[in-house]
């Protein structure tokens, strides 16, 4: 069968969605086996934000209690892609999944519509994603990374961070940004609940040598020094030390 999503999810998923469906075991405990397709799903997850258009193909079987997504691709090209399996189980989940390639600018601007583009950077990011726990209290860990990340035309260098998200609480063990002898790294937590911050971070040596502002001025510097942030999103208490030569 054929149907679009405008008005079962209006504003958050739209376009064709086409469905094959086999219905097989007993009256009282069917089980469904699912192909879903589409040629074009556009998905918009926060209301002022953007939106990532893109093919989806997905294979489930389902019966009253559980759902097992055997396999699961959004895609926007051929490398960019978000990839995912797993099982909903009376409650309780169990998925994993990759995302490969995707634009740093199109993600903040799915956040974000009226970021302006000209300062956001730029690049593909990967990540390795797990989901456990259940459906009230989910457990997801992402590693991030990236090798081609740059910001008002300066390369950034290579990019990575591990993400953990469990009782309210998203902690971010490390992260780090390497270009050359320069590094920036830290660790950080955010607290969903009560908005509670935390980051503490080091910058040594980073170059700043290729920058150029909206207005073509350039920027050259070198960066040492420190950031730590804590209180909250709302009221934030930052210190910060910071050295920079050829300013």
């Given amino acids: 069968a054929g149907i679009r999503l405008d008005s079962v ?12 469906a086999s219905i097989s075991g007993a ?9 879903i397709a589409s040629s074009r799903l556009v998905v918009k997850p926060v209301a002022k934000g953007g939106a990532l258009a893109g093919t989806l ?25 978000l990839h995912t399996s797993g099982e909903w189980n009376n409650g309780s989940v169990s998925f994993s999944g990759e995302l490969r390639h995707a634009s740093v600018k ?12 000209a300062t956001l950077p730029e690049g593909p990011l990967a990540a390795d994603f797990k989901i456990n726990g259940t459906t009230s209290e989910p457990v997801a860990s992402v590693s991030v ?4 990340l740059a910001l008002l ?9 591990d993400l953990r998200f469990e009782d309210d609480r998203l902690s971010i ?52 020094g420190s950031f730590q942030s804590g209180g909250s999103v709302d009221r934030p208490e930052v210190k910060f030390e910071v050295a920079a030569d050829g300013a």
Avoid: C, H, Y
């Fill in 9 to 20: 999810t209006p504003g958050i998923v739209t376009g064709p969605l086409q469905i094959e």
């Fill in 27 to 35: 009256i009282g405990s069917p089980i469904a086996q699912l192909n």
């Fill in 57 to 81: 193909r997905a294979e489930a079987t389902a019966s009253r209690d559980r759902v097992t997504v055997k396999d699961l691709r959004f895609e926007q090209s051929p490398a960019s892609f």
């Fill in 106 to 117: 199109e993600l903040i601007q799915v956040a974000e519509a009226s970021a302006d583009p």
């Fill in 145 to 148: 990374r990236s090798s081609g």
């Fill in 153 to 161: 035309q300066q390369p950034l260098g290579a990019f990575g961070a």
């Fill in 173 to 224: 063990p490390q992260f780090s940004l390497t270009r050359g002898t320069g590094s920036i790294g830290g660790q950080g937590t955010w607290n969903s609940r009560t908005g509670a911050i935390s980051v503490d971070a080091r910058v040594k040596r980073f170059a700043i040598d290729e920058m150029r502002l909206p207005d073509n001025t350039p920027v050259r510097m070198t960066l040492d």
